[in-house]
C-alpha cells in the first residue's frame, strides 16, 4: 500500500502540472523525480510506520482507542514530515529562478510531486495502516517456528494475537534491534567520543569548504551516451571526420532592430523567441545612402579582421559573408557605378530577392516606395566550442567595437541607433553562467528557507543553527565529491546542486524535531543530564526511519547506475552522495553536537524572549533531590528503570509522591508526550 500511495503521486501531480499550472512541456528532467520521490516517499512512510509501532507504549488509555491511538501517531508523524516537506519542496522549487526552462519546469514538477506525496501520506496511508491493523496484522510473508522457516502466507494464532492485544492495550512494547542499537552502543559511542567526532568533522568542514570553491563551469558540450554506444561514434566521427566548411559559431553584426518584445512570450515554450522589434528611425533613402554604401564596406573590413583566440583571427576568411561587398562586386561586373547616388534602396533589394541575400537583408514594400527593414553582416569563427570564461572577452570586446561605431563621428546617424552584435555561441556562454548562478541561488535560498522553516517547527534558535551547521557541512562534502570525481557544473550538475540542499535536510530535521520535542522524565539517572536523555530519545525514536529511509533511498537510486544514459547514472550517483553523506553528518555531527552543548534551558526557545523573559510552561523542571520529600505532579508520565532494558511502560498519577533515595525530572517541552526507558543496560 506504501508503494502504491508513492507511485499514484506521480499521476496525480502530471495533473496538476499539465492541467492546472498549464505547463506544456514534459522533458526528460522530470521523469527523474520518480527516482527522488522513491526515498522521500519511503521517508514519510517509514516515519508514519514507526510513530504507529512507538505508539504502542503510551499507556493503556491510548491503546484501548483506535481512534486515539490514531489520532496520536497521525498528529505526531504529520508534523514532522510537514517540516522536511515544506523544506524539501521549497529547494526544488527554488530551481524556479532559473532563466532555463527545462530546469525551471523540473523545479515546479518535482516541487509539485513532493507536495502531493505528503498529502497522500496524511490521507491515504493512514487508512492503510487501519486497515493493516485491523484486518491484515495477522498474516505473514514468512513463516518463523522453531522447526522450520517457510516462504508461504501464514496466519498468527489467536493465542499471539490475544497477547499482542493485551501488551498493547497495557502499553508495553519491545524494543526493536535497531531502536535498541541506537539506544544503547550507539548512544553510548557518541557519548563517549563526541569530542573527538566534533574535532574530525569540524576539519572535515574546513577540507570541504576549500574542496568546494574549486568547482568550475564546464566547458564541453553535455555527453549523453557513453563512448561505446553507436551513436555516441556516429556523432565523434561526424565532427571530427568529415569537412564542415569551417562552420562553427556564428558571429553577426544587426541593424534595424532595437529589441525583442517578449511581453507576450510563454517562458515555458521553448520555441517562442518573442517578437522583433524593429527601429522606426532606420530609414535609408538617397539622403544618406552613399554614406551607408561606403560606411558598411568599412565596417565590413574591420569587423571580419578582428582578433580571436591565441593570435588567431575570430572569423575564417572563406565564411564570411559582407552583403555591401558582394552587392559592390556585382555592380562592378556589370558596368555599373558604387556607390549608387539615387535609387540604392530599390536597387539593393532587388538584387538581394534575385541573388539570394534575403537573410542577410530584408526589404519590404508600402504603397509608396519600397524600403530596408534590416540588414547583417555575418561571419563564422575559428571557434569551436569555447568555454565561458575565454568567450566573455571577445564577447566584451565585440560590445567595446559596437560602442565604438556608436560613438564614431564617420559613422552616419542612422546606422547609431540600433546596431548591436549577437553570435549563436552566446547562448553556450550564458547558459554556463546561468548554471553557475543556479547553483548558487538555489543552494543559498534553499538554505534560508530551511533556516525559517525550522525556526518556525522548534521555536529553537540553537538547534536550527547547529542543523543549518550541519546541512551546510553536506552541501559542501558533496560539491567537493564532484571536485574529487571531477565532475564540472553542467546541466546535470547544476540541478544537482540546486536540489543539495533540499535532499540533505530531511535526516537532520528529523533528528532536530525530534530533540526539541523529546518529552524528558526519567529516574536514577543523577549522573545523566537531560540533554543527554533529550539527545539519547531523539535518535531511539527517529533513528530507525532515518536509517531506513537512507538505505531504502540508496538502493532506489542505485539502480540508475544501469541506465545507458549517462545523464541517468550521474542523477543516481549524486543522490547516493547526498544520502550517505547526509546520513554520516546527521548521526556523526549533529548528534555529537546535541550530546555535547544541546540546549537544555528555555533561553535558547525564541517563545521564551518574545514573551518577555518569563519563566514558560516548556521551561519548568519538577526536581527532588535525597533531601527533598515530596514532589506534586499531575497527571504525568513517570519512567522508571528496567533492568532488561526491553519494556517500555507509563503510570500515570494525581498525588504526591515521596522520594528518598531517587531523582525525578520532569519536563513538558513539547506538544505530545514521548516516553522512553532511560536504563542503561541492555
Known amino acids: 500500500m506504501g508503494m502504491l500511495q508513492i507511485l499514484l503521486g506521480f499521476p496525480l501531480t502530471y495533473f496538476i502540472y499539465r492541467v492546472v499550472l498549464q505547463y506544456y512541456w514534459m522533458g526528460i528532467l522530470n521523469f527523474l523525480s520518480l527516482f527522488i520521490i522513491l526515498g522521500i516517499g519511503a521517508d514519510d512512510i517509514f516515519i508514519f510506520s514507526d510513530t504507529w509501532k512507538q505508539s504502542h507504549s503510551e499507556g493503556s488509555k491510548l491503546n484501548k482507542d483506535l481512534k486515539a491511538k490514531l489520532g496520536w501517531t497521525w498528529r505526531r508523524s504529520s508534523r514532522t514530515t510537514l517540516v522536511t516537506t515544506v523544506t524539501t519542496a521549497a529547494a526544488f522549487f527554488a530551481n524556479m529562478i ?80 535497531l531502536e535498541r542499537f541506537f539506544k544503547f552502543p550507539y548512544t553510548k559511542f557518541v557519548d563517549k567520543f563526541k569530542i573527538v567526532l566534533l574535532l574530525v568533522f569540524l576539519i572535515l568542514f574546513g577540507v570541504t569548504s576549500y574542496g568546494a570553491s574549486l568547482i568550475t563551469p564546464d566547458d564541453e558540450p553535455a555527453v549523453f551516451l557513453p563512448d561505446g554506444h553507436n551513436f555516441a561514434l556516429f556523432g565523434r566521427m561526424s565532427s571530427e571526420t568529415f569537412y564542415t566548411g569551417g562552420r562553427t559559431g556564428r558571429f553577426a553584426l544587426v541593424w534595424g532592430i532595437s529589441g525583442i518584445d517578449r511581453s507576450k512570450r510563454n517562458i515555458e515554450d521553448i520555441s517562442d523567441f518573442g517578437k522583433p522589434v524593429y527601429d522606426d528611425n532606420f530609414i535609408i533613402d538617397d539622403s544618406n545612402a552613399v554614406q551607408v554604401q561606403n560606411f558598411m564596406l568599412d565596417a565590413c573590413e574591420e569587423y571580419f579582421d578582428f582578433d580571436g583566440l591565441d593570435g588567431e583571427k575570430l572569423f575564417n576568411s572563406d565564411t564570411t559573408d559582407c552583403f555591401m561587398e558582394s552587392y559592390q562586386s556585382y555592380l562592378l561586373s556589370n558596368n555599373h557605378t558604387f556607390p549608387v547616388q539615387t535609387g540604392f534602396v530599390e536597387s539593393i533589394c532587388t538584387w538581394a530577392d534575385q541573388y539570394g541575400w534575403q537573410s542577410d537583408i530584408t526589404c519590404n514594400s508600402s504603397d509608396e516606395d519600397m524600403y530596408i527593414v534590416w540588414f547583417q553582416i555575418r561571419g563564422y569563427s575559428t571557434l569551436s566550442r569555447t568555454p565561458e570564461s575565454k568567450l566573455r572577452p571577445i564577447w566584451q570586446s565585440l560590445e567595446d567595437f559596437v560602442q565604438g561605431i556608436k560613438d564614431s563621428d564617420d559613422t552616419p546617424e542612422v546606422l547609431k541607433s540600433s546596431v548591436f552584435q549577437t553570435s549563436t555561441m552566446y547562448v553556450n556562454m550564458e547558459t554556463e553562467s546561468e548554471l553557475v548562478r543556479a547553483a548558487i541561488y538555489g543552494i543559498f535560498f534553499s538554505l534560508v528557507f530551511v533556516f525559517i522553516v525550522l525556526l518556525i517547527s522548534t521555536y529553537d534558535i540553537v538547534i536550527t543553527i547547529y542543523a543549518i551547521f550541519s546541512i551546510g557541512g553536506v552541501v559542501l562534502s558533496i560539491l567537493s565529491l564532484m571536485v574529487l570525481f571531477e565532475w564540472k557544473l553542467g546541466l546535470i550538475e547544476s540541478i544537482c546542486a540546486a536540489i543539495l540542499a533540499g535532499l540533505s535536510v530531511d535526516y537532520i530535521v528529523h533528528l532536530a524535531v525530534a530533540y526539541r520535542e523529546a518529552k524528558v522524565k526519567f529516574s536514577k539517572e543523577q549522573d545523566k543530564s537531560k540533554r543527554y536523555i533529550k539527545a539519547r530519545m531523539a535518535v531511539t525514536e527517529l533513528g530507525i526511519s532515518v536509517l531506513s529511509a537512507s538505505i531504502t533511498t540508496t538502493l532506489s537510486s542505485i539502480m540508475l547506475f544501469f541506465t545507458t544514459l549517462i545523464f541517468f547514472v550521474q542523477f543516481g550517483q549524486f543522490i547516493v552522495m547526498a544520502i550517505v553523506s547526509s ?51 499531575q497527571s504525568t508520565t513517570y519512567i522508571t528503570s528496567s533492568s532488561s532494558g526491553q519494556k517500555l511502560s507509563t503510570t500515570q498519577s494525581s498525588e504526591s509522591t515521596s522520594s528518598e533515595d531517587s531523582t525525578s525530572v520532569t519536563t513538558t517541552d513539547s506538544s505530545y508526550t514521548s516516553s522512553v526507558d532511560t536504563s542503561e543496560s541492555s
Not at 518535482?110 to 496484522?137: C, D, M, Q, R
Not at 549533529?590 to 533561553?603: C, D, R, S, V
Open 98 to 177: 532559473s532563466e532555463i526552462p527545462p530546469i525551471r519546469q523540473f523545479g515546479v514538477f518535482t516541487g509539485v510531486l513532493v507536495i502531493v506525496n505528503y498529502i497522500l501520506v496524511i490521507i491515504w496511508f493512514p487508512s492503510a495502516l487501519v486497515i493493516h491493523y485491523k484486518y491484515l496484522e495477522k498474516y505473514f510473508l514468512f513463516c518463523i517456528t522453531d522447526d522450520s522457516v517457510s516462504c508461504l502466507p501464514c496466519v498468527r494464532s489467536k493465542e499471539e494475537m490475544n497477547e499482542k492485544k493485551r501488551s498493547i492495550e497495557q502499553g508495553e512494547r519491545n524494543l526493536r534491534l
Open 583 to 633: 546520513t554520516i553528518w546527521a548521526f556523526g555531527f549533529f548528534m555529537a553536537l546535541l550530546f555535547t552543548i544541546g540546549p537544555e534551558t528555555p533561553y535558547s526557545n525564541i517563545l521564551f524572549w518574545l514573551k518577555g523573559c518569563k519563566e514558560t510552561p516548556t521551561s519548568k523542571l519538577a526536581i527532588s533531590s535525597p533531601s527533598s520529600s515530596t514532589v506534586p505532579y
